[in-house]
């Protein structure tokens, strides 16, 4: 039976197929829109309405799965670096812990304040490209669905 609680590669695989599916229910326009409005918001007022959200306890949790997610290929060349693989299963472990913290608390699809709703949809997408990515690297394949 496969495990889908500690340290295993579903569990991983687990967060990647959640953060996709919140892509798989929204249409492209939905994303597109979602873009534009964090583009315009970050200029206008010298970025205030997005700031906003990204304040506070929860804004730090924000940019701290940010900041997780991004240092994927500093990961990567330190494993090299090192030989020790096994730091990159314990990172993609990291951020698939992180990104579920986030899945459970904030409703992406549900948030009806519209720049919120697109910078957490941005912090997810940045987050499944580097959990996929990460995964890839470590030659372990994300369903469609789990």
């Not at 991004?70 to 299963?89: G, K, Y």
């Not at 997810?124 to 890839?136: E, P």
């Amino acid at each position: 039976a496969l495990s889908f609680e500690g340290e295993t590669g579903p569990y991983c695989q687990y967060a990647a197929v959640r953060a996709n599916s919140i892509f798989r229910k929204l249409d492209n326009d939905a994303v597109r829109s979602a873009e534009e409005l964090i583009r315009e918001n970050s200029v206008a007022a010298d970025g205030a309405k997005v700031s906003e959200v990204l304040a506070g306890e929860a804004g730090t949790e924000v940019w701290s799965l940010v900041m997780l997610a991004e240092r994927l290929d500093e990961v990567i060349a330190q494993c090299a670096a090192s030989a020790e693989p096994a730091n990159l299963a314990k990172y993609t472990f990291t951020l698939a812990r992180a990104f579920n913290l986030f899945y459970h608390r904030h409703r992406i699809i549900a948030e009806e304040d519209q720049i919120r709703r697109a910078v957490l949809m941005a912090v997810a997408d940045i987050t499944r490209r580097r959990l996929t990515a990460a995964l890839a690297t470590l030659g372990i394949a994300v369903p469609e669905r789990m």
